[in-house]
């Protein structure tokens, strides 16, 4: 790779970041995190072609910004709903990640109060509580469409603990964000519970939250082992001078 090429091609993929970056999505803040891993890669490249020592090259990339782009692996806390930048060391935790806004449902609601509020929360599960805030299970749009609409059951009548599926993840508010991605993986589940440290519901960590926050390699592996069946997880990542 030529000087030229790598301008080039940084140029083309800062211009590309630039445009994602206003978007202020999730998945747009995502792609543009990847083009900067490009802009990241392709230096490195280089700098190994020039004999540039890997040192220099490191300090080089760290001050070789684009004014408004997000740092390859790096998370905007300006749309995080919680204290995002209020990190352990580097380390972020699921306390700082997890969504609190939506409620839960609660035991004793029947099956229409609970389509009610996934309607009027604009979201498609929740988990399900006990009157004191403990996790005793989750429901969702499907539970309601399989387990009511299905068996031709009243809505008004029936109670959401004769719904709701025990089939849940939970973790801890001091678990870190990489543990809780490895808990979905294995758990091939795209919402986490949190809890707190007496037990009780604190919020939800969902497969959008680890696109926003996760570099894009950990962001994709996530969530190849939630959609894909095929995917095997591995406890670490196989040696590559292995055959």
């Not at 993840?169 to 294995?186: D, G, Y």
């Not at 007496?198 to 926003?212: A, M, P, Q, R």
């Not at 962001?219 to 591995?234: E, G, L, N, S």
């Amino acid at each position: 790779m030529t000087p030229a090429q790598f301008a080039r091609s940084s140029k083309d993929d800062a211009v590309v970041a630039g445009v994602l970056v206003k978007k202020q999505s999730p998945f747009h803040l995502t792609a543009a995190r990847c083009c900067v891993w490009q802009i990241s890669t392709a230096w490195h490249v280089y700098c190994s072609q020039q004999a540039i020592p890997m040192a220099t090259a490191t300090t080089k990339l760290s001050s070789f910004t684009h004014a408004g782009l997000p740092a390859a692996g790096a998370t905007d806390s300006s749309a995080a709903s919680g204290p995002s930048s209020e990190v352990r060391g580097k380390v972020m935790l699921c306390c700082h990640v997890a969504g609190t806004s939506v409620g839960p449902a609660v035991c004793g609601e029947t099956a229409k109060q609970v389509a009610i509020r996934l309607r009027d929360e604009h979201v498609d599960w929740l988990p399900v509580c006990d009157g004191e805030r403990r996790v005793v299970g989750a429901i969702g749009d499907r539970d309601l469409a399989l387990k009511v609409c299905g068996e031709g059951l009243a809505a008004s009548q029936v109670p959401v603990e004769e719904l709701m599926s025990q089939n849940f993840v939970t973790c801890t508010v001091a678990a870190t964000f990489r543990e809780a991605e490895e808990l979905m993986i294995r758990g091939r589940t795209s919402r986490l519970i949190v809890i707190d440290e007496e037990g009780k519901l604190f919020g939800v960590i969902s497969l959008t939250d680890v696109l926003h926050y996760s570099d894009p390699l950990s962001a994709a592996r996530v969530a190849r082992a939630i959609k894909d069946p095929d995917f095997r997880v591995r406890s670490s990542r196989p040696a590559l001078n292995r055959f």
